[in-house]
């Protein structure tokens, strides 16, 4: 089922009204902040991914692996909804977001409605993907706005300089990124080819120089140690999302904090220089 269509059945069976006014009565959710020492980790929970296969046991409970996350210092966690290709579901951002808070839980999916970013913040989260290759630029700017209005925030991907100009367009449209140390919007770089599921690490270092400094900037797949951390680090990354590595790591929390240590030890080094 497409998510478009997943969109529609879903409304389908709670407008939009309803929902909203069950959000209304929500507490806010927690905020996303990053850390003074310069580099982050975004812990993803997925149970299958495209390229991998089959990443975690039926047996596993997914909210056991959210606070082992946030036992290793995860700065958010980025959790799978999308049901065909990531065997995701909205329950799973609930779970994760009522089991690791006060650390914040970012909805990751192939988001194309805004009543999508409403069935988010019903569930817990406190921000969402946005994937600006599916979103012309008024649909972008459009989620943006309403992800900022809900009191969101917004990881907003790209793939290539093309996607990097119309996403600084549609990020400054929306407001500043970061107020009062919360973030409001990042851009992530994902380094993964869509249609051949390879890795391009040198993504990374191409479009680095682009991207702005005052929007926090995400490594995106392909981080999967701690030297690779360190990478993107040097290279000005602020946070890195890791996924396929940590769901396979025998001690996720001990996997989190050395990512930690080697991307901050990176750039402190960065700085210095």
């Given at each position: 089922?497409?998510?478009?269509?997943?969109?529609?059945?879903?409304?389908?069976?709670?407008?939009?009204?309803?929902?909203?006014?069950?959000?209304?009565?929500?507490?806010?959710?927690?905020?996303?902040?990053?850390?003074?020492?310069?580099?982050?980790?975004?812990?993803?929970?997925?149970?299958?991914?495209?390229?991998?296969?089959?990443?975690?046991?039926?047996?596993?409970?997914?909210?056991?692996?959210?606070?082992?996350?946030?036992?290793?210092?995860?700065?958010?966690?980025?959790?799978?909804?999308?049901?065909?290709?990531?065997?995701?579901?909205?329950?799973?951002?609930?779970?994760?977001?009522?089991?690791?808070?006060?650390?914040?839980?970012?909805?990751?999916?192939?988001?194309?409605?805004?009543?999508?970013?409403?069935?988010?913040?019903?569930?817990?989260?406190?921000?969402?993907?946005?994937?600006?290759?599916?979103?012309?630029?008024?649909?972008?700017?459009?989620?943006?706005?309403?992800?900022?209005?809900?009191?969101?925030?917004?990881?907003?991907?790209?793939?290539?300089?093309?996607d990097l100009d119309r996403s600084v367009a549609a990020i400054?449209?929306?407001?500043?990124?970061?107020?009062?140390?919360?973030?409001?919007?990042?851009?992530?770089?994902?380094?993964?080819?869509?249609?051949?599921?390879?890795?391009?690490?040198?993504?990374?270092?191409?479009?680095?120089?682009?991207?702005?400094?005052?929007?926090?900037?995400?490594?995106?797949?392909?981080?999967?140690?701690?030297?690779?951390?360190?990478?993107?680090?040097?290279?000005?990354?602020?946070?890195?999302?890791?996924?396929?590595?940590?769901?396979?790591?025998?001690?996720?929390?001990?996997?989190?904090?050395?990512?930690?240590?080697?991307?901050?030890?990176?750039?402190?080094?960065?700085?210095?220089?």
């Amino acid at each position: 089922m497409s998510s478009t269509l997943r969109a529609v059945t879903a409304m389908e069976r709670c407008p939009a009204l309803i929902l909203e006014a069950r959000v209304r009565t929500l507490p806010a959710p927690p905020p996303l902040k990053l850390s003074s020492q310069g580099f982050d980790v975004i812990a993803e929970l997925k149970r299958r991914s495209p390229s991998a296969g089959a990443l975690a046991r039926r047996a596993l409970r997914i909210t056991d692996q959210a606070r082992n996350y946030a036992q290793g210092g995860a700065a958010a966690l980025s959790v799978l909804t999308e049901p065909e290709a990531f065997d995701g579901e909205l329950a799973h951002l609930h779970e994760v977001a009522s089991a690791a808070a006060p650390v914040p839980a970012m909805r990751k999916d192939f988001l194309v409605s805004p009543y999508q970013v409403l069935e988010a913040r019903a569930a817990g989260a406190s921000g969402v993907l946005l994937i600006a290759a599916m979103l012309n630029d008024a649909r972008l700017q459009d989620m943006l706005r309403y992800t900022h209005r809900l009191g969101l925030f917004a990881l907003v991907e790209i793939f290539d300089a093309a996607d990097l100009d119309r996403s600084v367009a549609a990020i400054r449209a929306a407001g500043p990124a970061v107020v009062d140390d919360r973030c409001r919007s990042l851009l992530g770089v994902n380094c993964r080819d869509l249609r051949s599921l390879k890795v391009d690490f040198g993504r990374f270092a191409a479009l680095a120089p682009r991207l702005p400094a005052d929007i926090p900037r995400v490594a995106e797949s392909g981080v999967e140690s701690a030297s690779q951390a360190a990478r993107v680090a040097g290279l000005g990354y602020g946070v890195a999302l890791v996924g396929t590595a940590l769901m396979r790591a025998p001690d996720p929390a001990a996997f989190v904090a050395e990512l930690l240590r080697a991307g901050r030890a990176s750039a402190f080094e960065a700085r210095a220089r």
